[in-house]
């Protein structure tokens, strides 16, 4: 097992260039295999990139640096030629139908930015493409998105949540029956964050600060409800820097109330292997599932388990697939028969069986 460690692209008057020169140096002191420059929210932007990741490398030295961003704003694309332009090792890429969107750009794009740059990059593209044809084959079949490319939207830097997580608040919200309320929650999930002391906006803290935006919004007074989650992070049980960040007031009332007082003893447990083993099923249960209970919990895992195996897709080419389907659903002929080289298929529509009287 190899290490990488994040160090996570924001924008706050915290997230300085002194801020970013050092945490590239704590990452490095740990001597990780490789660091990852990371731009989850999308909101790098070329001219940025080119001040922080020469100034990243300088303070990582021989380390390897990868560059990973999502494409929300529609800058990725852009700021993955600087930073092959400015010598970062690798840069994460997606494969269409997943790429693009609130993804990383495609790996078809990239690679041929990256050829025209006079870079020769390390990947088969032609072995790439069938993979490409056939989740976009399964997206159409099952009415799922295809990744595009994002418009600029200036309203990101404003809350800085991220792509996937907007849709979950807006269900949340749909579930309340204030739906129309998105825009003015984004907005608070922007003050929630600075009053938080601008944690980053990744998971788990993102979800923190959406999440106690909504219930602002759905109260209609501000912290008159707290998560748990927000008690944990004023008490400090999510890094230790945020107490000592957070607005003082707002810290105060988070803390000033009787369900503070039942975490501030609070310690996590400390589990032997054979102490997890045991309490999520004992011996019977594999290493991989242990992982996943122990990560997603449990009712993940069971609805996982009960959906049973994977949906099986047919793996021929989808034009044959797709006219063979259409052909089945006409009422106009009762026999089809293709025939290509070696490869020959009838199908024929049996005649109604006729009643016995």
């Given at each position: 097992m190899q290490v990488v460690i994040n160090v996570i692209y924001s924008v706050s008057p915290r997230h300085t260039d002194e801020y970013y020169a050092t945490r590239a140096r704590q990452a490095a002191a740990i001597k990780p295999y490789r660091i990852c420059f990371k731009d989850v929210a999308g909101l790098l932007t070329p001219d940025r990139a080119r001040t922080l990741i020469p100034l990243i490398k300088q303070?990582?030295?021989?380390?390897?640096?990868?560059?990973?961003?999502?494409?929300?704003?529609?800058?990725?694309?852009?700021?993955?030629?600087?930073?092959?332009?400015?010598?970062?090792?690798?840069?994460?890429?997606?494969?269409?139908?997943?790429?693009n969107g609130s993804g990383q750009p495609s790996i078809f794009t990239v690679a041929r930015n990256a050829q025209a740059l006079g870079f020769n990059p390390q990947v088969d593209l032609e072995a790439v493409k069938p993979v490409e044809r056939h989740f976009t084959t399964i997206a159409k079949l099952e009415g799922h998105p295809v990744g595009a490319q994002r418009e600029y939207d200036h309203g990101q830097y404003l809350h800085q949540v991220p792509g996937g997580m907007i849709s979950n608040l807006r269900f949340q919200l749909s579930k309340m029956g204030m739906a129309n309320r998105i825009e003015e929650t984004l907005e608070e999930c922007g003050r929630v964050r600075a009053e938080f002391g601008y944690p980053i906006m990744v998971t788990p803290l993102a979800q923190f600060v959406g999440s106690q935006a909504a219930i602002n919004v759905i109260t209609g007074e501000r912290y008159k409800?707290?998560?748990?989650?927000?008690?944990?992070?004023?008490?400090?049980?999510?890094?230790?820097?945020?107490?000592?960040?957070?607005?003082?007031?707002?810290?105060?009332?988070?803390?000033?109330?009787?369900?503070?007082?039942?975490?501030?003893?609070?310690?996590?447990?400390?589990?032997?292997?054979?102490?997890?083993?045991?309490?999520?099923?004992?011996?019977?249960?594999?290493?991989?599932?242990?992982?996943?209970?122990?990560?997603?919990?449990?009712?993940?895992?069971?609805?996982?388990?009960?959906?049973?195996?994977?949906?099986?897709?047919?793996?021929?080419?989808?034009?044959?697939?797709?006219?063979?389907?259409?052909?089945?659903?006409?009422?106009?002929?009762?026999?089809?028969?293709?025939?290509?080289?070696?490869?020959?298929?009838?199908?024929?529509?049996?005649?109604?069986?006729?009643?016995?009287?």
């Amino acid at each position: 097992m190899q290490v990488v460690i994040n160090v996570i692209y924001s924008v706050s008057p915290r997230h300085t260039d002194e801020y970013y020169a050092t945490r590239a140096r704590q990452a490095a002191a740990i001597k990780p295999y490789r660091i990852c420059f990371k731009d989850v929210a999308g909101l790098l932007t070329p001219d940025r990139a080119r001040t922080l990741i020469p100034l990243i490398k300088q303070n990582i030295g021989a380390i390897p640096l990868e560059f990973h961003a999502h494409c929300n704003n529609g800058m990725a694309p852009f700021n993955y030629l600087e930073a092959m332009k400015l010598g970062v090792d690798t840069v994460h890429t997606g494969v269409p139908p997943l790429a693009n969107g609130s993804g990383q750009p495609s790996i078809f794009t990239v690679a041929r930015n990256a050829q025209a740059l006079g870079f020769n990059p390390q990947v088969d593209l032609e072995a790439v493409k069938p993979v490409e044809r056939h989740f976009t084959t399964i997206a159409k079949l099952e009415g799922h998105p295809v990744g595009a490319q994002r418009e600029y939207d200036h309203g990101q830097y404003l809350h800085q949540v991220p792509g996937g997580m907007i849709s979950n608040l807006r269900f949340q919200l749909s579930k309340m029956g204030m739906a129309n309320r998105i825009e003015e929650t984004l907005e608070e999930c922007g003050r929630v964050r600075a009053e938080f002391g601008y944690p980053i906006m990744v998971t788990p803290l993102a979800q923190f600060v959406g999440s106690q935006a909504a219930i602002n919004v759905i109260t209609g007074e501000r912290y008159k409800e707290v998560t748990d989650q927000a008690i944990q992070y004023a008490l400090g049980y999510w890094g230790k820097e945020a107490p000592t960040v957070m607005d003082p007031a707002v810290k105060d009332k988070i803390l000033g109330r009787p369900r503070a007082k039942d975490w501030a003893n609070w310690s996590a447990p400390e589990l032997s292997l054979p102490e997890v083993r045991r309490k999520v099923g004992g011996s019977s249960v594999s290493d991989e599932e242990l992982v996943l209970r122990v990560i997603a919990g449990d009712p993940a895992v069971d609805a996982m388990l009960a959906a049973g195996a994977p949906k099986e897709y047919l793996s021929a080419t989808p034009p044959l697939v797709q006219l063979i389907s259409e052909l089945v659903k006409r009422k106009d002929c009762r026999q089809v028969f293709i025939e290509k080289k070696d490869f020959s298929l009838r199908l024929e529509r049996s005649r109604p069986v006729p009643a016995v009287e």
